[in-house]
């Protein structure tokens, strides 16, 4: 009498079934992950360009009113969804009998709630010296 074995190909099948679904499960997880750290590093570049911008907006004030406001907050449309605050600090400086104006100001641009895993700041600090006229 002669034994027949079957089922043995059901038994490759369904691990080479289990094999591909780890596989793709693998895949999907690194593109996730590789489509969060691209989010988080083009959210950061926005954020310093906004903190940039913050700057320059400082800058323009102090040199334009030859004052600043402490601490000033704003949004710019161009970066929706940030919160761009610009600090300024005025000193005055005799140098050799001139009369030098240091404006040193900070900005800072965040998106998110702090302590979330979205949250996204940058710091910019620049100071900007007027001559008298």
């Not at 089922?7 to 691990?15: D, K, N, Y």
Request: with cysteine; glycine share 10%; hydrophobic share 45%.
């Amino acid at each position: 009498m002669k034994s027949r074995q079957t089922g043995f190909t059901l038994i490759a099948a369904i691990f080479l079934l289990v094999v591909v679904a780890v596989l793709v499960v693998y895949v999907t997880n690194i593109r996730v992950v590789q489509q969060t750290t691209l989010l988080y590093g083009v959210q950061g570049a926005r954020a310093s360009q906004a903190a940039r911008s913050g700057i320059e907006w400082g800058i323009h004030r102090a040199i334009v009113n030859g004052s600043c406001v402490p601490t000033t907050s704003f949004t710019n449309a161009a970066f929706a969804g940030f919160n761009i605050e610009v600090q300024c600090g005025q000193t005055t400086h005799d140098e050799g009998g001139t009369t030098i104006d240091t404006f040193n100001l900070i900005a800072i641009a965040s998106s998110g709630s702090f302590g979330s895993l979205d949250y996204v700041q940058r710091r910019i600090q620049a100071s900007v010296s007027l001559d008298p006229p």
